[in-house]
């Protein structure tokens, strides 16, 4: 075990010392300058470390879970330098004049059954040498013993956990390196590995501005910045407004954003009016880089410590209000506490709600005395203003009509409180127990117009901005532990305060108001181990794809172990001690060359058979963009791209598309949208610790028939340089505006030869669909006498026919064909059904031909190939239904079946029902049936349309290297 330094303040790893959880947990040692007190005798600071060092890891290894204050075998504790000198049932077991005579070194040198000392440790192998030498050491040295620290605890007791440890900065960086570096590095060449070269400039410019802004850089960009040292643009995409919009959607997801409440009940309005408040906040919060301290407190207090003048910032608490509603107070505080917890400090305080934490040192009394805290947290009658709205006779028109609908509210009230007040003289000056009164008719009419009101408020543009804000009960309730969770059954009475795996037994009651604020300080007390090692770890998973501890919002026992704890501490201390600026954590961590090297490495295969997972980060990971950057660099590849900031949330999802960025998306946490779900946008029902990222088939098929993709790639294929340009300078110009890039000469190949070839198709494919079938008649050439088929030129009201109108003019014709049947012509004019064969098969011909009308003189259908053999020729009589069965027959690819109808001698109530239908001869056949596949036009994109399509849908689009 290596030593500790005198700047070391504890380290992650269950092999590693032991440092205390209870109330002096967190006191941070001046060792150098100090001395240390304890039981009357002082320390030196090289005998304290001694102990830190070879001592109490031991203790809390291999002694105090039999001798501690759980469990005290014989009476015996061994977790205090008091406890040890104390000794036991069978007296001391220290002598500090003879320390080799001491029963405790008899123990463990199993040495003293002479004398009745049972050999120790009863669990697991003898003590080493060294450790029975260490342990001899200290007692000649009077059990030197820091007197700011605590009992020593359990390597196995789960308040020794690695997350609940104070930092550990255990190694001073060398100057002029790099510090993520230095300790990446340090792990890799342990394990005989070596880091990728560095990726090439156009790759980190295209990196970079994906992980701070979200957006694809366009080819003027990156041009240019590529021509620049790294660190330059990282300063200039840290200071585009586009940085705060990308990562208030990352907090989004840990806030689970919704602009809906959830399920409500009794007609009340789902929508959370103002919800964009709390994003556009966050905006402005991370632009600002508010430092994250201020940051968490405003989100769980801002309206106790926000100035009058900068009103805006209540809209932080938009973190807490914004919960996935529920028709039970104590599910709604849950979620309060569970966002509060997971998010900032990576706890899952609510497994605590029906009994103790069965993993993690969370009792149930813990969770309990932060319910009080918000049941003592409540929305006011009044949402208060963030900015005062303009004086604009929209909005004054907006004032009068709000004021008719409440105004109807208080002549609906004001009568029935009269008379209740009469009845319940002590709830007079409170009505909401007045209200609880109203008969149940009068409540249903009161939902009824809150809803009209309310409904009112959310459709209107001219509502002023109001913040959601929780406030203090003007008189605090005691809150009471629920009893398996249950409201009928109240346990004890708690008080509020912080949470006692952090900072002890002895947590320091809140008494101010709720204690909410008092909880927002120790959330972010510097001596707060978890809060800055979940934020540095959360901001390191988005810029490499995992995070040092890969569960992101689970630090405890349950929780993965850090892969590089040391890195993280250092991190989350430096962290702290730069103001908490998350610009400056964006800064040291993107200027490293552990995030600036390739995804690809000289010699993979041998790496990643030592590392396969590159937990130990030899290598950049190749990363799928999520939802968002994906349909933004869509809109910004079709010139469509909306840069506006803030406002109301918009619908994205139907036409017309709104051009807005995706973060303005309308999110309704019970009906999101599904191409929202395909693309492992994060679920706003709860917390969302990370996403996830797949590839699935769903995906795939959104790229090929997503109404919003197809509108991109046809305004791609309309801009300006690509639309009527020679197929090289088109394909030029779709990869500067897809990839920002100059496309190789035989990619440009490769696109020209696909634009000629789809202009072919184009031209050869049929107009009036793509099911196999086309829709046309026959006409005599009056030069060769032949008869000639003719496509229907008009689709007219599910029918095609020869002309708009209806009959034709010239030549005088009633042809046309639906999808039931048809008319035939004239005597000159037949109408047919063509079908062209795929491919070589021997087919069956099938289905009936019916005549329903007993008048006229019925029609004929004949089933002719290639244009000329006529196959069959079937009579129906007026009135009859005939079958149209003929095969098998053999046809090669490209040929043509005509079912062909026309009229006998007499052209009036000739109209007919059919329903051809072809199959290879085959039992298990394909089928062609003429009702199932009718349709009409085809709409065929554009060569250009198809390639633009085809290339949004490649991997270098989805992906970021």
């Known amino acids: 075990?290596?030593?500790?330094?005198?700047?070391?303040?504890?380290?992650?790893?269950?092999?590693?010392?032991?440092?205390?959880?209870?109330?002096?947990?967190?006191?941070?040692?001046?060792?150098?300058?100090?001395?240390?007190?304890?039981?009357?005798?002082?320390?030196?600071?090289?005998?304290?470390?001694?102990?830190?060092?070879?001592?109490?890891?031991?203790?809390?290894?291999?002694?105090?879970?039999?001798?501690?204050?759980?469990?005290?075998?014989?009476?015996?504790?061994?977790?205090?330098?008091?406890?040890?000198?104390?000794?036991?049932?069978?007296?001391?077991?220290?002598?500090?004049?003879?320390?080799?005579?001491?029963?405790?070194?008899?123990?463990?040198?199993?040495?003293?059954?002479?004398?009745?000392?049972?050999?120790?440790?009863?669990?697991?192998?003898?003590?080493?040498?060294?450790?029975?030498?260490?342990?001899?050491?200290?007692?000649?040295?009077?059990?030197?013993?820091?007197?700011?620290?605590?009992?020593?605890?359990?390597?196995?007791?789960?308040?020794?956990?690695?997350?609940?440890?104070?930092?550990?900065?255990?190694?001073?960086?060398?100057?002029?390196?790099?510090?993520?570096?230095?300790?990446?590095?340090?792990?890799?060449?342990?394990?005989?590995?070596?880091?990728?070269?560095?990726?090439?400039?156009?790759?980190?410019?295209?990196?970079?501005?994906?992980?701070?802004?979200?957006?694809?850089?366009?080819?003027?960009?990156?041009?240019?910045?590529?021509?620049?040292?790294?660190?330059?643009?990282?300063?200039?995409?840290?200071?585009?407004?586009?940085?705060?919009?990308?990562?208030?959607?990352?907090?989004?997801?840990?806030?689970?954003?919704?602009?809906?409440?959830?399920?409500?009940?009794?007609?009340?309005?789902?929508?959370?009016?103002?919800?964009?408040?709390?994003?556009?906040?966050?905006?402005?919060?991370?632009?600002?880089?508010?430092?994250?301290?201020?940051?968490?407190?405003?989100?769980?207090?801002?309206?106790?410590?926000?100035?009058?003048?900068?009103?805006?910032?209540?809209?932080?608490?938009?973190?807490?209000?914004?919960?996935?509603?529920?028709?039970?107070?104590?599910?709604?505080?849950?979620?309060?506490?569970?966002?509060?917890?997971?998010?900032?400090?990576?706890?899952?305080?609510?497994?605590?709600?029906?009994?103790?934490?069965?993993?993690?040192?969370?009792?149930?009394?813990?969770?309990?005395?932060?319910?009080?805290?918000?049941?003592?947290?409540?929305?006011?009658?009044?949402?208060?203003?963030?900015?005062?709205?303009?004086?604009?006779?929209?909005?004054?028109?907006?004032?009068?009509?709000?004021?008719?609908?409440?105004?109807?509210?208080?002549?609906?009230?004001?009568?029935?409180?009269?008379?209740?007040?009469?009845?319940?003289?002590?709830?007079?000056?409170?009505?909401?127990?007045?209200?609880?009164?109203?008969?149940?008719?009068?409540?249903?009419?009161?939902?009824?117009?809150?809803?009209?009101?309310?409904?009112?408020?959310?459709?209107?543009?001219?509502?002023?901005?109001?913040?959601?804000?929780?406030?203090?009960?003007?008189?605090?309730?005691?809150?009471?532990?629920?009893?398996?969770?249950?409201?009928?059954?109240?346990?004890?009475?708690?008080?509020?305060?912080?949470?006692?795996?952090?900072?002890?037994?002895?947590?320091?009651?809140?008494?101010?108001?709720?204690?909410?604020?008092?909880?927002?300080?120790?959330?972010?007390?510097?001596?707060?181990?978890?809060t800055a090692r979940v934020m540095v770890n959360r901001v390191w998973m988005h810029h490499f794809g995992q995070g040092l501890v890969r569960t992101p919002s689970d630090f405890g026992i349950q929780g993965q172990l850090p892969d590089q704890p040391e890195l993280l501490d250092w991190m989350a201390d430096w962290f702290m001690r730069n103001g908490w600026s998350l610009k400056k954590l964006h800064r040291l961590i993107l200027t490293s060359a552990t995030w600036q090297q390739g995804s690809v490495h000289p010699k993979q295969a041998s790496q990643e058979l030592v590392d396969s997972e590159n937990r130990l980060i030899w290598r950049n990971n190749i990363r799928r963009v999520d939802f968002e950057s994906m349909r933004d660099s869509l809109l910004a590849a079709s010139g469509q791209f909306d840069s506006r900031l803030f406002g109301r949330s918009v619908e994205i999802h139907e036409a017309p598309f709104p051009p807005r960025r995706t973060l303005y998306a309308y999110i309704d946490r019970q009906n999101l949208p599904q191409v929202f779900t395909t693309f492992d946008f994060a679920s706003p029902l709860a917390h969302v610790a990370q996403r996830s990222y797949t590839t699935v088939a769903t995906q795939a098929l959104f790229t090929l028939n997503s109404p919003f993709l197809l509108d991109q790639a046809k305004r791609i294929a309309a801009l300006p340089g690509i639309a009527g340009a020679p197929a090289p300078a088109a394909v030029t110009g779709l990869y500067h505006r897809i990839f920002a890039r100059d496309p190789s000469p035989g990619e440009v190949k490769l696109g020209t030869t696909f634009l000629e070839k789809q202009t072919a198709m184009n031209l050869e494919a049929r107009r009036q669909g793509l099911s196999g079938w086309t829709y046309g008649f026959m006409l005599r050439d009056p030069g060769s006498g032949a008869d000639q088929f003719h496509p229907f030129p008009e689709w007219v009201k599910e029918r095609w026919q020869v002309e708009k109108t209806y009959p034709a003019s010239v030549p005088k014709t009633y042809a046309s064909l639906h999808r039931m049947g048809g008319h035939p012509g004239n005597r000159e004019v037949a109408v047919v059904a063509r079908w062209t064969a795929p491919a070589a098969l021997a087919i069956q011909l099938g289905g009936t031909l019916r005549k329903a009308e007993a008048k006229g003189d019925g029609v004929r259908l004949r089933l002719v190939k290639n244009g000329g053999a006529v196959l069959a020729e079937i009579i129906c009589p007026p009135g009859q239904t005939v079958p149209t069965k003929l095969g098998p027959i053999e046809v090669a690819k490209g040929d043509t079946i005509d079912f062909r109808v026309d009229c006998l001698e007499r052209t009036d109530f000739d109209s007919f029902a059919w329903n051809p239908v072809i199959q290879t001869a085959t039992e298990s056949g394909q089928v062609w049936d003429y009702g199932r596949d009718f349709s009409g036009p085809a709409e065929l994109a554009t060569p250009l349309e198809v390639y633009a399509q085809a290339l949004v849908s490649t991997n270098e689009f989805s992906f970021v290297d």
């Open 1 to 530: 075990m290596r030593a500790f330094s005198v700047a070391d303040r504890g380290e992650p790893g269950e092999d590693q010392p032991s440092m205390v959880c209870l109330p002096m947990r967190f006191a941070i040692f001046s060792l150098l300058t100090l001395p240390l007190v304890c039981a009357g005798q002082t320390f030196p600071p090289d005998q304290v470390e001694f102990f830190e060092r070879s001592v109490r890891p031991l203790l809390a290894e291999r002694c105090v879970e039999c001798h501690g204050k759980v469990r005290a075998e014989a009476g015996l504790r061994l977790d205090t330098r008091a406890s040890v000198l104390q000794g036991g049932e069978k007296g001391i077991v220290v002598d500090l004049k003879n320390p080799s005579a001491s029963r405790l070194l008899l123990a463990v040198r199993q040495a003293g059954a002479s004398q009745g000392i049972r050999d120790m440790p009863k669990k697991g192998p003898k003590l080493g040498e060294d450790e029975i030498a260490s342990l001899q050491r200290w007692i000649e040295l009077g059990l030197p013993w820091p007197s700011s620290s605590g009992p020593v605890l359990s390597s196995k007791d789960p308040r020794n956990h690695w997350s609940l440890k104070p930092l550990r900065v255990a190694e001073a960086v060398p100057e002029g390196v790099h510090p993520i570096d230095f300790f990446v590095q340090a792990n890799l060449r342990k394990k005989g590995l070596t880091q990728a070269p560095k990726a090439d400039p156009i790759t980190l410019v295209r990196r970079l501005h994906f992980v701070l802004t979200g957006l694809p850089p366009s080819k003027q960009e990156l041009d240019a910045w590529s021509q620049e040292p790294a660190d330059r643009l990282i300063d200039h995409l840290l200071k585009s407004p586009h940085y705060g919009e990308r990562w208030a959607r990352h907090w989004m997801d840990v806030a689970r954003y919704s602009d809906v409440r959830g399920y409500t009940a009794g007609g009340r309005e789902r929508r959370f009016v103002y919800a964009f408040v709390y994003r556009d906040w966050l905006i402005r919060a991370f632009n600002a880089d508010l430092p994250y301290d201020q940051f968490v407190r405003l989100q769980l207090a801002a309206e106790q410590i926000t100035a009058e003048n900068n009103r805006a910032d209540l809209g932080a608490m938009g973190f807490l209000t914004l919960t996935n509603d529920a028709t039970s107070r104590q599910i709604l505080i849950d979620d309060q506490i569970d966002v509060t917890f997971r998010g900032l400090m990576g706890l899952t305080v609510s497994c605590a709600r029906c009994h103790d934490h069965k993993f993690d040192p969370i009792p149930t009394k813990d969770y309990y005395s932060i319910y009080g805290i918000f049941d003592n947290s409540v929305a006011p009658a009044s949402l208060p203003l963030i900015r005062t709205p303009p004086d604009t006779p929209e909005h004054r028109n907006y004032q009068e009509a709000l004021a008719k609908l409440e105004t109807s509210i208080s002549e609906f009230l004001q009568p029935r409180f009269a008379k209740l007040s009469v009845q319940f003289p002590d709830l007079a000056k409170r009505p909401a127990q007045l209200e609880a009164k109203l008969e149940r008719d009068d409540q249903v009419k009161l939902r009824d117009l809150r809803s009209k009101r309310d409904k009112f408020i959310a459709d209107s543009p001219q509502s002023p901005d109001r913040a959601l804000i929780l406030e203090d009960r003007p008189k605090s309730v005691t809150a009471q532990v629920l009893v398996r969770g249950n409201p009928g059954n109240r346990g004890e009475a708690v008080k509020p305060h912080f949470l006692t795996a952090v900072v002890g037994d002895e947590a320091p009651v809140f008494t101010k108001g709720s204690g909410r604020l008092e909880l927002a300080n120790a959330i972010v007390d510097t001596k707060n181990p978890l």
